[in-house]
C-alpha cells in the first residue's frame, strides 16, 4: 500500500473511499493501470491537488458557483490547462464521496441494484454503488462547467485580439463555395 501523496493529474480516473480497519483510504485508478490504495481521505487528495496547482478547493468550488451557478455538489476543475475536471457522487460533507474526471468516462448506465456502471476510456468497467441519477446529473454539471469555462475563454480571447477590418476575413472561393452550399438547401 501507497503511504505518499498523491497529486491528481490528467489521467487519474477515479478516486474511490474505501475503508480497512476503521480508517478511510482511497483508492486511486489512473489511466492504464492497476488501482492503488492511498492512506488519505479522498476530498484530502481533492484539496491537496488544487495547492499543488495553486489554488484551493474552497477557490474552486467558489468558481463553480460563480461561473456555472452549480452550488449542490459543485464539480470543479482540478487542472485547467488539460481540462480536468472532477465530479462527486456525495457532498464534500459527507467523508465517503466518489470522485470522478470527467474526460476519461466512456459511458455510463443503469447496474442491476440501484448503482451505476461506469465504462471508462482504457476500457476498464466499474459498478459503483451510487444511482444512475445522481451519476448522471453529476456528469451534466460537470458537463456545464466545462462548457462555460470554455465559451468564456473563447469569448476573452475573442475580445482582446485586435480585428483588422481592413483585410477580408473570406477569400473569393469561400464566399462562393458557401453561396453554393445555400442554393442547393433551397
Given at each position: 500500500?501507497?503511504?505518499?501523496?498523491?497529486?491528481?493529474?490528467?489521467?487519474?480516473?477515479?478516486?474511490?473511499?474505501?475503508?480497512?480497519?476503521?480508517?478511510?483510504?482511497?483508492?486511486?485508478?489512473?489511466?492504464?493501470?492497476?488501482?492503488?490504495?492511498?492512506?488519505?481521505?479522498?476530498?484530502?487528495?481533492?484539496?491537496?491537488?488544487?495547492?499543488?496547482?495553486?489554488?484551493?478547493?474552497?477557490?474552486r468550488k467558489e468558481t463553480t458557483r460563480i461561473i456555472?451557478?452549480?452550488?449542490?455538489?459543485?464539480?470543479?476543475?482540478?487542472?485547467?490547462?488539460?481540462?480536468?475536471?472532477?465530479?462527486?457522487?456525495?457532498?464534500?460533507?459527507?467523508?465517503?464521496?466518489?470522485?470522478?474526471?470527467?474526460?476519461?468516462?466512456?459511458?455510463?448506465?443503469?447496474?442491476?441494484?440501484?448503482?451505476?456502471?461506469?465504462?471508462?476510456?482504457?476500457?476498464?468497467?466499474?459498478?459503483f454503488p451510487v444511482s444512475h441519477h445522481i451519476i448522471?446529473?453529476?456528469?451534466?454539471?460537470?458537463?456545464?462547467?466545462?462548457?462555460?469555462?470554455?465559451?468564456?475563454?473563447?469569448k476573452n480571447d475573442k475580445l482582446k485580439s485586435e480585428?483588422?477590418?481592413?483585410?477580408?476575413?473570406?477569400?473569393?472561393?469561400?464566399?462562393?463555395?458557401?453561396?453554393?452550399?445555400?442554393?442547393?438547401?433551397?
Amino acid at each position: 500500500m501507497a503511504t505518499f501523496r498523491y497529486i491528481i493529474r490528467e489521467t487519474t480516473m477515479y478516486i474511490k473511499p474505501i475503508i480497512e480497519g476503521h480508517k478511510l483510504k482511497s483508492e486511486i485508478k489512473e489511466y492504464g493501470k492497476n488501482p492503488v490504495v492511498i492512506d488519505q481521505k479522498p476530498l484530502t487528495i481533492i484539496e491537496q491537488s488544487c495547492h499543488f496547482y495553486n489554488t484551493t478547493y474552497v477557490a474552486r468550488k467558489e468558481t463553480t458557483r460563480i461561473i456555472a451557478d452549480i452550488c449542490h455538489k459543485p464539480p470543479i476543475v482540478i487542472k485547467p490547462e488539460t481540462s480536468t475536471y472532477f465530479f462527486p457522487s456525495h457532498s464534500d460533507r459527507v467523508a465517503e464521496g466518489y470522485w470522478f474526471n470527467l474526460l476519461l468516462i466512456s459511458s455510463y448506465g443503469k447496474g442491476k441494484f440501484n448503482d451505476t456502471r461506469i465504462t471508462f476510456d482504457d476500457g476498464s468497467e466499474m459498478v459503483f454503488p451510487v444511482s444512475h441519477h445522481i451519476i448522471n446529473t453529476q456528469y451534466l454539471h460537470t458537463l456545464k462547467l466545462e462548457y462555460c469555462l470554455r465559451t468564456k475563454s473563447l469569448k476573452n480571447d475573442k475580445l482582446k485580439s485586435e480585428i483588422d477590418y481592413k483585410k477580408a476575413n473570406m477569400n473569393i472561393y469561400e464566399v462562393l463555395a458557401m453561396y453554393a452550399l445555400l442554393d442547393q438547401q433551397v
